[in-house]
């Protein structure tokens, strides 16, 4: 049984962090997959992953051309990109030489590394981003198709010590190199997400945009924090040195949302994944999110999600552990109209 308050957050390594929360709530996991190097002439054409996909040029330049997109995108050494939308996309020299398919060029069976041309003008690592088929979408549904983060960007250094890092763990074959280049990926992603945070400009409302906004910081800390605490309007808007009629307007602009709702959302996402992952009983699950009785609970997590907690963990049993976390997952901020 569970008795106390913090147990989701203690659990699942949730903490005061709401970006690192968010991160692993999806378990997003970031993999180096392959690359190429190229001379002269050439252009490949990838397919529309169907996994979030980034790549960087780590020496010469190239012209990226992306499907939807207006122009060719012109990439130098330590530019990095992420596709987050099923588009396919181009790699050239020059944008007028015509692509041949990655798959001729990747084709044998484990093959992960090609040479165009004599391969002494360009080279490319590529990876994609693996996230969990249900809380996944919370991460998925609010990135932009494509995001860009050129070499001349602030966050340069640090891109380039990460790509050469990559490249240098990739070659040297040194002692547990597969396990530093999952972890020097992981934080080309954080990175990656960063840089967007802080150069995108106007985003739409959302959880994202909330993450970007300092002056609700540390009221997103504190319901992050301890997500199982009432917490009240005035506290919040007090942690933010905002008066309360602010503090909410400004809040929900950002995140869409009100402030108590946000945290509602955000402990039925908790809930959602201690029931498809756990066997803990709903009483526990109520308590630690900070319900006073599971019938509490249970109406809260009915109006998000539209059924109850025992009929959500019970469909997960007969169709599988992902076939019902659509329904809070899916759950668009603001779509519900629920209270704290």
């Known amino acids: 049984m569970l008795e106390s308050a913090d147990y989701l957050r203690d659990n699942t390594g949730m903490s005061a962090d709401p970006f690192s929360d968010i991160l692993k709530f999806t378990n997003a996991e970031t993999l180096v997959t392959g690359g190429f190097t190229a001379g002269g002439a050439w252009a490949i054409r990838f397919p529309a992953p169907d996994k979030i996909k980034f790549f960087a040029v780590v020496k010469g330049h190239c012209w990226v051309s992306v499907d939807g997109e207006a122009k060719p995108i012109y990439f130098e050494a330590g530019d990095v990109g992420l596709l987050a939308a099923q588009r396919s996309f181009v790699l050239a020299s020059d944008p007028g030489v015509v692509p041949i398919d990655a798959m001729d060029v990747f084709s044998g069976a484990g093959r992960t590394t090609a040479q165009l041309g004599d391969g002494s003008a360009f080279a490319h690592i590529g990876g994609h981003v693996l996230l969990d088929p249900a809380s996944g979408r919370l991460l998925a549904d609010v990135l932009p198709p494509w995001i860009h983060v050129p070499a001349a960007s602030p966050q340069a250094a640090t891109f380039r010590w990460l790509l050469d890092q990559l490249v240098e763990e990739r070659a040297a074959e040194l002692p547990g190199a597969q396990l530093a280049s999952v972890q020097l990926a992981q934080l080309l992603f954080i990175q990656i997400l960063r840089a967007h945070l802080k150069t995108c400009g106007a985003m739409p409302a959302g959880w994202l945009r909330a993450l970007a906004d300092p002056r609700i910081a540390p009221a997103l800390r504190l319901m992050h924090g301890d997500s199982g605490r009432s917490w009240h309007l005035a506290e919040l808007a007090q942690a933010c040195a905002m008066s309360r009629t602010t503090f909410a307007f400004h809040f929900r602009t950002v995140a869409g949302v009100a402030p108590l709702t946000y945290l509602t959302e955000w402990r039925m996402r ?62 668009e901020p603001g779509a519900v109209p629920i209270n704290a």
């Not at 201690?274 to 009983?281: D, I, K």
């Not at 009483?283 to 997590?301: H, K, Q």
């Open 270 to 331: 908790l809930a959602g994944r201690a029931l498809r992952e756990e066997t803990t009983p709903v009483a526990a699950i109520a308590r630690s999110l900070g319900y006073t009785s599971e019938s509490a609970f249970s109406n809260a997590f009915k109006r998000v999600t539209g059924t109850s907690p025992r009929v959500y963990r019970n469909a997960l049993r007969t169709s599988g552990p992902h076939s019902a976390g659509n329904e809070i997952d899916g759950v």
